[in-house]
């Protein structure tokens, strides 16, 4: 097998598509492609410090509540990076909710937000450590309760892609609400793509637990990092495990995220290394998600895993180098998604 690096110019559309997915009509221009994401809504408590924590002690920081939800995140950074994307989620009805919609009409998601009285909107606390190297406690909140009678099924059936996070299958509900909706938006022609999301959560679930609710759903596209793949394979060398999962997922895309390491695709049988786009790291949190996002909105738009991956990997190198999850655009962040000219040399 070969290594191949290469630049992230466009393709045709159509020249490649994901495994199992059918090439466009002639007169259907990939940007009016939808994608679908389902799963979690939650409000990152996001706590940063500037020296390392000693225990029963006090020290400054920063302390900040922040939009998060790994599939939200996902939802988001692809329509920043283009695609017509719905958001399909429960939450509290409570302030938090009410916050939650609003958020994601100013990102302009296409929210489909099914409210609960039983349960509080999601919430996470993330510390960031002095080196940017981030740990999270999750609330169990109301986007754990997603029930198969709330699903929107006239939205899962016209989508085109539907993205999964594993945060969604660690628990019933909402798993089964989830893998309906899966079977949905299959049947109505959609290509599916899925996050595995914690290496500790897998951990706790078990391999073989977590293989048996996601490997029969026909996965188009599996987006590990590292650490995940590792667990799941039981390999070490970022090659060993791509080709591991190809097999655990054998209708897959496999596109692992090495974060400091860059990425690397497995498209067949070659494997294609991205470099990283920055090492400059200040808080690594929501940078896979951004990553999932940019890849499948660049992927479904022009068609080329490896360009894909180039792209999504300098919007995560940008996240790295911001506070939160989901940081307020700026200049850098629009020449990266080509809505201004660059004005740096060699962009």
């Excluded at 007169?27 to 994401?37: C, D, F, I, K």
């Excluded at 655990?248 to 498209?267: F, N, Q």
């Excluded at 991205?274 to 690594?284: I, R």
Aim: proline share 6%; charged share 20%.
């Amino acid at each position: 097998m070969s290594e191949k690096s290469d630049d992230a110019r466009p393709t045709a559309p159509n020249d490649h598509r994901l495994p199992g997915e059918q090439p466009l009509p002639d007169n259907q221009h990939p940007s009016a492609r939808q994608l679908g994401v389902v799963g979690d809504f939650a409000w990152d408590v996001l706590i940063r410090t500037n020296t390392a924590l000693l225990k029963g002690g006090d020290t400054f920081g920063e302390v900040v509540l922040m939009p998060g939800g790994s599939a939200a995140n996902v939802a988001v950074w692809a329509t920043r990076c283009g695609l017509t994307t719905h958001f399909i989620g429960k939450i509290g009805r409570d302030r938090l909710g009410q916050l939650a919609r609003e958020n994601l009409d100013r990102e302009s998601v296409l929210a489909h937000f099914v409210e609960s009285d039983a349960h509080l909107t999601g919430s996470v606390a993330v510390f960031v450590d002095h080196t940017g190297e981030r740990s999270m406690v999750s609330g169990h909140g109301a986007d754990f309760y997603l029930l198969p009678s709330e699903l929107p099924h006239a939205v899962l059936g016209r989508i085109d892609h539907l993205h999964l996070t594993a945060w969604s299958f660690f628990t019933d509900p909402p798993r089964t609400a989830v893998r309906q909706a899966a079977a949905i938006a299959r049947a109505g022609g959609a290509t599916l793509s899925l996050d595995p999301g914690s290496f500790q959560m897998l951990q706790e679930m078990g391999v073989d637990t977590f293989l048996s609710v996601t490997r029969d759903l026909g996965i188009n596209l599996f987006l590990p990092n590292k650490e995940e793949a590792a667990v799941l394979t039981g390999h070490q060398q970022p090659r060993s495990m791509a080709k591991a999962l190809a097999e655990l997922y054998p209708t897959a895309l496999i596109v692992l995220k090495l974060d400091a390491d860059g990425a690397l695709v497995l498209l067949e049988e070659e494997f294609h290394h991205v470099p990283p786009a920055t090492n400059n790291l200040v808080d690594a949190t929501g940078a896979g998600d951004a990553f999932a996002g940019a890849f499948i909105a660049h992927y479904l738009e022009y068609g080329a895993a490896d360009q894909a991956a180039h792209f999504a990997t300098k919007v995560a190198a940008w996240v790295i180098e911001h506070p939160g999850a989901r940081p307020s655009g700026d200049q850098r962040l629009n020449e990266i998604l080509g809505r201004v000219p660059s004005s740096r040399p060699g962009n």
